[in-house]
């Protein structure tokens, strides 16, 4: 069971039906303790009266007119009436049970009102003497058979309304208190995924804010962290574009410079003018791709939202990696597609892909195939894109890191290569603004596999 709400629930509901259980029980006890009392003083004060009535009739009119005394009272009487002398002889000949001969013995021992309880019955022994003068021992059992409790004596319509009643109580007292510790947890929750999904405007509501507990303190610590999250990426992100714009200007200072060098250079110095040309495009280059990644971050980046066929992309992207990886010892080859129709913008779509596949280009060694594949995903609305090449992979600890900005492996993978380190952190931006998925992942039998997934639109069934 991993839902938070259902555990919480079944517990508080659990604890409050075991208590109103336990109520319930208690104060049947405590009224059956209660009841038992009242039956005891009753006995107590009752009991000598009815012995002396029955003492004197039977001195009166004997053993025959004793016990047509009793038939005669045996509708209203709610007892079996024994009567004994001194010496144990029950004078109606009667056979009788344990309890009434241990209620004569106390009574004889005691000459007082002796009860002996058994069960849910009882047995009152009163020693008495008649007006002849002669003693007798009146032993009237109470017994009853066995019921339940009193707050179950009720038919089983009822004992089953009135459990439904409490179990439906409880179950609503238990779910509002239950959503009320819950609600906000899953709200900082749902605020959680979509500020790691990118979205830094994410906050907390104002409900979960404002509650004056620990729930209530968490909330606010969140958009406050949210806040500050927020702030230190917008600086991030403004410090990098301004820093690149800066950067434009001199060295678009410095190719008009180096260009009016080279036309009067000397064969001497024209290698080295040659070779600063060259750093000073990879660095215009370089530039290019941190303004490019900085809007990306941003949501500057505007994306057109036409039709792009994506097996046709694929392969097209494929066919120039091909021919520049030719002039490498390097092949890159299609192994399967499908169709596949993304919703977003052409020239993005293609820098991420393309992005990928000369990254693995770059990595995979020569005389070795880059492999693509374009299959459908576990859904009808996915597609998923996989890049492999036959290179020394990444270390486990690596394979996120590698699409953060400048992120290098430790076992010089990007340095071997020359490359800047944005090729992919441009791809990972760039898919997930097309709501897509960017992830790495080791081969097993050697290099790295990279996996784009991105929703498509569904195709409809052709008509005959």
């Known amino acids: 069971m991993r839902s938070l709400f259902l555990k919480i629930f079944l517990w508080f509901w659990l604890a409050m039906v075991l208590a109103t259980l336990t109520l319930s029980i208690s104060s049947s006890i405590s009224q059956s303790r209660s009841s038992r009392d009242r039956e005891e003083r009753m006995d107590r004060t009752m009991t000598p009266l009815v012995a002396d009535n029955f003492a004197e009739v039977f001195s009166r009119e004997g053993v025959n007119g004793f016990v047509a005394f009793l038939e005669r009272g045996k509708e209203v009487f709610p007892w079996v009436v024994y009567l004994f002398d001194e010496s144990g002889v029950e004078l109606t000949s009667r056979p009788f049970p344990a309890p009434v001969k241990q209620g004569f013995e106390r009574a004889i021992a005691s000459k007082q009102t002796e009860i002996v309880r058994y069960g849910s019955s009882r047995v009152v022994g009163q020693w008495v003497r008649a007006g002849n003068g002669r003693p007798y021992v009146v032993v009237l059992d109470l017994s009853r058979p066995p019921g339940p409790a009193p707050f179950l004596r009720a038919t089983s319509q009822v004992q089953i309304a009135r459990f439904l009643i409490i179990l439906l109580i409880v179950g609503l007292i238990c779910l509002w208190i239950t959503r009320h510790i819950t609600k906000p947890i899953f709200e900082l929750r749902e605020a959680a995924n979509r500020l790691a999904g990118g979205d830094l405007e994410t906050r907390v509501g104002p ?232 992830q790495a992942c080791n081969a097993e039998d050697g290099g790295l596999i990279i996996e784009i997934s991105l929703p498509v639109q569904p195709r409809l069934p052709s008509s005959n």
């Open 207 to 438: 409900t979960s804010v404002g509650r004056v507990d620990e729930l209530g303190d968490l909330s606010r610590d969140f958009n406050h962290m949210a806040e500050q999250l927020q702030s230190l990426i917008t600086s991030r992100q403004h410090l990098i574009g301004d820093i690149s714009h800066e950067l434009r200007s001199p060295l678009a200072r410095l190719s008009v410079a180096l260009g009016i060098a080279l036309r009067s250079a000397s064969p001497e110095t024209k290698p080295a003018l040659n070779r600063i040309e060259r750093e000073t495009l990879r660095l215009n280059e370089l530039i290019s791709e941190i303004l490019r990644l900085a809007r990306l971050e941003s949501g500057a980046e505007i994306l057109g939202r036409d039709e792009v066929n994506l097996e046709n992309l694929v392969r097209e992207i494929a066919d120039d990696a091909n021919f520049e990886a030719g002039s490498r010892n390097r092949t890159v080859r299609v192994v399967a597609t499908s169709p596949a129709v993304v919703r977003g913008n052409w020239e993005l779509l293609r820098s991420a892909v393309e992005n990928v596949v000369r990254n693995a280009i770059h990595h995979t060694p020569e005389g070795t195939t880059v492999e693509i594949t374009l299959q459908p995903g576990s859904s009808r609305n996915e597609a998923i894109l996989r890049v492999r090449d036959r290179g020394p992979g990444v270390p486990p600890s690596a394979l996120r890191s590698i699409f953060e900005p400048f992120y290098r492996v430790e076992n010089a993978r990007e340095r071997a290569s020359g490359g800047s380190g944005l090729g992919l952190s441009i791809s990972d931006r760039a898919i997930r603004s097309h709501g897509g998925n960017v």
